[in-house]
């Protein structure tokens, strides 16, 4: 007969323990493993924002899409300039000067009377008698506008020898009675009359008096306010003839020529005409004149690109950049 091995229990409990304690250990390298696998991969840079995307360490521009909030941010690395540009300093208040300030219930103006280089159109030296001044004691326009409309009505009456031209406001403090959303600007000018029988009116397109919205542009103004555009300008003015607005000749050309309103052109300038990505060449009486946006730093000054040779001049615009207008020889 056979003898029966006897199972030694000892053993098998001890196996058995070593056996658990392996899987134990196995299954705890495993996860360490599979966290530093999570860790390294996470530092490499996830899908939604990889390793460089931050605009600060890129230099990338940064744009708010012309709320107005912000002024859009420059490149941190400034980019190589064709030989023929420069860089020019601008100063951050400067982005709130020049003819081409948006003023209006979203952008205010931020500049004293003295900075808008106001003069009194009574006791202007190229003033001729053939308007007539609403307020003579009160009535204040920026000097280079007021030069402009003042040859404008020369030209005015010697084609009609009309006189009915009044000055009405120009000048006009934020929400004091009278004003648009422009007035505090001192570019804007509302236009009324004053006939002949001594009777007051507003002025239209119309007649003898249709001469200055067919020639305007010449002069560096625009129809402000336009009736189709009101949905725009946020006016819905009741006489979209009596205010009108400089901005200088070449701009004041295109704008009428392609039937926008200011905040269209600026946002076209914004949009298609950016310093790097496009000019917009412009021909206006002979003269060749090329313009484009340059968005404003966040913080400080702004370089802002301009010709060697060609004379320009930088306007704000009282928003996140500046236009620059290059007179071409």
């Not at 009044?166 to 007035?183: D, V």
């Not at 505090?184 to 000018?189: A, D, H, K």
């Not at 060609?310 to 009282?318: A, T």
């Amino acid at each position: 007969m056979a003898r029966r091995r006897r199972i030694r229990w000892d053993r098998v409990f001890i196996t058995a323990a070593l056996f658990i304690g392996l899987i134990i250990l196995l299954g705890s390298c495993a996860q360490k493993c599979s966290g530093r696998s999570s860790k390294e991969e996470s530092s490499s840079g996830s899908p939604l924002e990889p390793l460089g995307s931050d605009s600060s360490r890129t230099g990338s521009t940064e744009s708010n899409g012309g709320s107005g909030d912000e002024p859009a941010q420059t490149q941190t690395t400034p980019a190589a300039l064709p030989a023929d540009y420069t860089r020019k300093n601008v100063t951050a208040n400067e982005m709130y000067k020049g003819s081409l300030v948006l003023v209006n219930d979203d952008n205010p103006n931020h500049l004293s009377r003295e900075e808008l280089d106001l003069q009194q159109i009574y006791y202007a030296s190229d003033r001729p008698d053939c308007y007539v001044l609403s307020y003579p004691a009160y009535t204040f326009l920026n000097r280079t506008a007021l030069t402009r409309f003042n040859a404008m009505m020369k030209a005015y009456f010697a084609a009609t020898s009309n006189s009915e031209i009044m000055f009405n406001y120009g000048y006009l403090e934020t929400g004091k009675e009278k004003s648009n959303p422009e007035s505090s600007s001192g570019l804007n000018i509302q236009l009324h009359l004053k006939l002949a029988n001594g009777s007051y009116d507003f002025i239209s397109n119309t007649g003898k008096y249709a001469w200055i919205f067919e020639h305007m542009d010449s002069y560096g103004y625009i129809l402000r306010y336009p009736a189709d555009k009101s949905d725009i300008t946020g006016v819905k003015h009741a006489h979209p003839y009596s205010a009108i607005r400089y901005v200088g000749t070449p701009h004041a050309a295109y704008i009428k020529q392609n039937n926008l309103c200011l905040e269209e052109y600026l946002d076209l300038l914004k949009n298609q005409y950016a310093f790097g990505q496009g000019m917009l060449d412009f021909t206006v009486n002979e003269l060749q004149y090329r313009i484009y946006y340059v968005p404003a730093s966040r913080t400080g000054d702004t370089e802002v690109p301009v010709p060697v040779k060609e004379s320009f001049d930088i306007s704000g615009n009282n928003v996140d950049g500046f236009i620059v207008t290059v007179q071409m020889n």
